[in-house]
C-alpha cells in the first residue's frame, strides 16, 4: 500500500507539470509570405498565403477565420506544429503547390489584388492574431512589382502590420513557398530615427522613420527635456506625426536635449535623443549667398555656397535655394559657419579637392541655373534672406574659360548686389573654395600689394627643412592676374611658374627647386620676378631674391 501510493505521488506530480507546461504552451499564428501576383515568375502561377506558428504549441487551425478584405472563410480542422509553416490556397491551385509540402486548400478563395489588400488571421472569438495591409509599393523595384515574386516578412516577432517589415523576397525562384524566407531576420529591429518637425513656443512636432498608427498608450514619464524642469504634459498623434505639449515654453536660440526612454513599437523598446532648437526668425542678409558655381566642369555639378554673417544660430529646416528644399530635417548654422547645396558633395570634392566636406548639404535637385545669367534665391519661409542675379561677365575679364570658376563674394558686410562683390574665384588656388573662406575675400585690412618669402634660402634635400621656397602674396587689389617667374644670376628663365592665372587675395606658391623640364636647378642666386595686372589698368612687378642650395648639383 505505501509503495502504490509512492508511485501514484509520482504520477500525479509527473500530470502536474505536464499540465502546467501545457498551460504555459502558446501557439501564436502570423502570416509570413504573400504570392499575390504569380504571373511571368518561375514559381506556379497560384496565388497563395503563407502562414507560420511562431508559437511553442500546436495551433489548431479551426479556431480562425482568414480575411481577405471583406471576405472571411473559416479554416478547415487541421493542426499546425510549432516552427512549422502552411500554405492556403484555393481548391483549384492545391495541385501546382503541393510539391512544396504542406497545404491547405480553402473553398473559398477571393483573388489577391495585386496592387494591395487586407490580409488578417482572425480568432474564432474576435481578437485578431495578425493582419497586414500590403501594397505593390512594397516590392520597392519595378521588376518584382511586375510579378512572379513574393511579399515577405522580415521579423516575425515584429507584431503590428508595418510596410517596413515586408520585402519582396530575394530568393532566385522568386519566394520561399514552406521555407524559411530569404530575408528572415529575427534580429531586424528597424530604426525609429525621431526628427523634429517644428518647434513652437509650448509645443513639438516630431516625425519617424516607423509608422506611429500602431503605437497604444505612451507614457508621459518616458519623455524628459533638459535643461531645465520642462515636462511633457500631453502626447497626441497628428496623422503620422506626434505633438508633444510641454509644460514651460522653450526659449529661442537654445539647445535642449529631448530623452525618449522606454519607448514602446510593435514589441521592441527603443532609447532615444533628438536635439531641441528653436531658432529665432531670420532677416535679410543674416546669412549670405557667398559662392556660386553655375558653370561646371564637365561631368560636374552646379553648387551654391550660404554664409551665417549674423550672430544667431539659424536652423536651415525648410529654408529654400530657389523652389529646392535646402533641409527637412534640423539642420543648425552657427555664425560664421559654410553650407554648401549641391547634389552632388563628391562630384565636387573630385574637381576641388580642398573642398570641406562636413560643410556640404546633398539636395535631392538644383535650381536651374544657366551659364550665362540667372538667379539665386535664399528663402526661409516667407522671410527672402539673400538673392543674387548673376551674369557671366562678372567673371574676371583676363578669363579665357570660365568654365569650373566659381563667382565668389568679396565682402560678407557688402551688400550682395554691390558692383563688383562678385568675381572669378583664384584661378591659382584651384578655381573655386567650397565650404571654406573665398580665394577672394581676406580678414585682415590690407593696405599695400606685397610679395614676400618665408625663407630666403631653399634647400630641397627632403630632411623636412625649407624644401621648399614658400612665396606669399597679399593684395589690395580685388583678384587680380599673377605671372611669377623663376631667373638665375645670369638673367636667364628657369621656371614660368605661375602664367596668367586669377590669384585672389592672399596666397601662397611653393617652388620646388626644379626647372620647367623637371630637372634639379643648380645651386645659386635665383631671382624672382612677379607681376600682377587688373583690368582697371593697373600692372605693378616684384622682385626678391634667394639662395638655392641642391647638394651635388652646381653650376
Not at 323 to 334: A, E, F, G, P, Q
Amino acid at each position: 500500500m505505501y509503495i502504490l501510493i509512492k508511485i501514484t505521488q509520482k504520477y500525479l506530480s509527473f500530470l502536474l507539470i505536464f499540465s502546467t507546461l501545457g498551460a504555459n504552451a502558446q501557439s501564436k499564428l502570423i502570416l509570413s509570405e504573400i504570392m499575390a501576383n504569380p504571373n511571368n515568375g518561375q514559381l506556379p502561377n497560384a496565388e497563395f498565403i503563407e502562414i507560420y506558428n511562431h508559437g511553442d504549441a500546436t495551433a489548431h487551425l479551426e479556431h480562425y477565420f482568414l480575411h481577405i478584405n471583406n471576405t472571411s472563410i473559416a479554416l478547415p480542422s487541421s493542426y499546425l506544429a510549432p516552427k512549422q509553416f502552411m500554405l492556403l490556397t484555393s481548391v483549384d491551385n492545391q495541385q501546382y503547390l503541393e510539391r512544396f509540402g504542406n497545404v491547405t486548400s480553402l473553398s473559398r478563395w477571393p483573388a489577391l489584388n495585386n496592387a494591395g489588400a487586407y490580409v488578417a488571421l482572425v480568432h474564432r472569438d474576435g481578437s485578431v492574431a495578425d493582419a497586414v495591409t500590403y501594397s505593390d509599393r512594397w516590392y520597392q523595384t519595378p521588376a518584382k512589382r511586375n510579378g512572379g515574386w513574393t511579399l515577405e516578412r522580415i521579423n516575425p516577432n515584429i507584431s503590428c502590420d508595418s510596410e517596413i517589415n515586408w520585402r519582396a523576397s530575394e530568393a532566385l525562384m522568386g519566394g520561399t513557398p514552406n521555407q524559411r524566407n530569404s530575408i528572415w531576420d529575427e534580429r531586424y529591429k528597424p530604426t525609429i530615427e525621431p526628427r523634429v518637425i517644428s518647434i513652437e513656443q509650448n509645443s513639438i512636432l516630431l516625425a519617424f522613420s516607423i509608422p506611429v498608427s500602431p503605437l497604444t498608450e505612451i507614457s508621459l514619464d518616458n519623455w524628459k527635456i533638459s535643461p531645465g524642469n520642462i515636462r511633457i504634459t500631453a502626447i497626441e498623434k497628428v496623422d503620422q506625426l506626434l505633438k508633444l505639449t510641454t509644460s514651460s515654453e522653450l526659449q529661442a536660440e537654445e539647445l535642449y536635449t529631448l530623452d525618449i526612454q522606454d519607448f514602446l513599437w510593435c514589441n521592441h523598446v527603443y532609447q532615444e535623443s533628438v536635439t531641441l532648437f528653436r531658432s529665432s526668425s531670420p532677416v535679410y542678409n543674416d546669412v549670405v549667398i557667398n559662392e556660386v558655381l553655375f558653370n561646371p566642369k564637365p561631368e560636374g555639378v552646379d553648387f551654391v555656397e550660404i554664409y551665417n554673417r549674423s550672430d544667431k544660430i539659424l536652423n536651415l529646416q525648410g529654408w529654400l535655394l530657389g523652389n529646392r528644399t535646402v533641409s527637412m530635417d534640423m539642420h543648425l548654422l552657427y555664425p560664421s559657419e559654410y553650407r554648401v547645396l549641391t547634389t552632388d558633395p563628391d562630384k565636387v570634392k573630385q574637381h576641388y579637392p580642398t573642398s570641406v566636406l562636413e560643410n556640404f548639404i546633398r539636395l535631392s535637385g538644383m535650381p536651374p541655373y544657366a551659364n550665362e545669367r540667372g538667379q539665386v534665391i535664399l528663402k526661409a519661409g516667407p522671410t527672402t534672406v539673400d538673392s543674387l542675379f548673376y551674369v557671366s561677365s562678372m567673371h574676371q575679364p583676363f578669363l579665357t574659360n570660365v568654365k569650373g570658376i566659381s563667382l565668389e563674394r568679396q565682402h560678407a558686410d557688402v551688400d550682395t548686389h554691390e558692383p563688383g562683390n562678385f568675381s572669378s574665384a583664384s584661378t591659382l588656388l584651384g578655381g573655386a573654395t567650397p565650404g571654406y573662406k573665398n580665394s577672394t575675400d581676406v580678414e585682415k585690412n590690407i593696405t599695400k600689394n606685397n610679395i614676400f618669402l618665408t625663407s630666403k634660402t631653399c634647400s630641397p634635400n627632403g630632411d623636412g627643412f625649407e624644401d621648399l621656397l614658400l612665396i606669399h602674396y597679399e593684395f589690395q587689389e580685388a583678384n587680380p592676374m599673377l605671372n611669377l617667374t623663376i631667373f638665375n644670376d645670369k638673367g636667364r628663365i628657369v621656371n614660368r611658374l605661375i602664367r596668367h592665372k586669377s590669384a585672389g587675395r592672399e596666397g601662397t606658391v611653393a617652388w620646388d627647386g626644379l626647372n620647367e623640364n623637371g630637372q634639379k636647378c643648380p645651386s645659386g642666386i635665383y631671382i624672382i620676378w612677379a607681376e600682377i595686372y587688373t583690368d582697371k589698368g593697373l600692372l605693378q612687378s616684384f622682385k626678391e631674391s634667394f639662395v638655392l642650395v641642391n647638394e651635388g648639383v652646381g653650376y
